[in-house]
Nanobody, 122 residues
Framework: VQLQASGGGLVQTGGSLKLSCAAS????????MGWFRQTPGKEREFVAA????????HSADSVKGRFTISRDNAKNTVYLQMNSLKDEDTAVYYC????????????????WGRGTLVTVSS
């Protein structure tokens, strides 16, 4: 499966942004999906994950209550709604897919998109 993330950009502190990740192929619903982020000099960080059906989600403590992951299997797309953005949310955001259960560990994901840059600035 090929993944293409989009929706990044420059946003003011406290603002909102919605990321999308479009997947190719007809087996999107077979994959649990995750969002990760990375800033220069830091390790990749888990943000959120969602099960194949969308019935179960997990979020990092740092984004809980502010970010929401969702998916539309009919559109082969997973979303990350980001609200109340903080400067420390600035990063390149990546979507990823796994045949296994939704996970917070990046290495279990089989496919990765190229990433979209989110810059939060006051």
């Amino acid at each position: 499966v090929q993944l293409q993330a989009s929706g990044g950009g420059l946003v003011q502190t406290g603002g909102s942004l919605k990321l999308s990740c479009a997947a190719s192929g007809r087996t999107f619903s077979s994959y649990a999906m995750g969002w990760f982020r990375q800033t220069p000099g830091k390790e990749r960080e888990f943000v959120a994950a969602i099960s194949r059906s969308g019935g179960n989600t997990h979020s990092a403590d740092s984004v809980k209550g502010r970010f929401t992951i969702s998916r539309d299997n009919a559109k082969n797309t997973v979303y990350l709604q980001m609200n109340s953005l903080k400067d420390e949310d600035t990063a390149v955001y990546y979507c990823a897919a796994t045949k296994g259960p939704a996970a917070i560990i990046g290495r279990v994901y089989d496919y990765w998109g190229r990433g979209t840059l989110v810059t939060v600035s006051s």
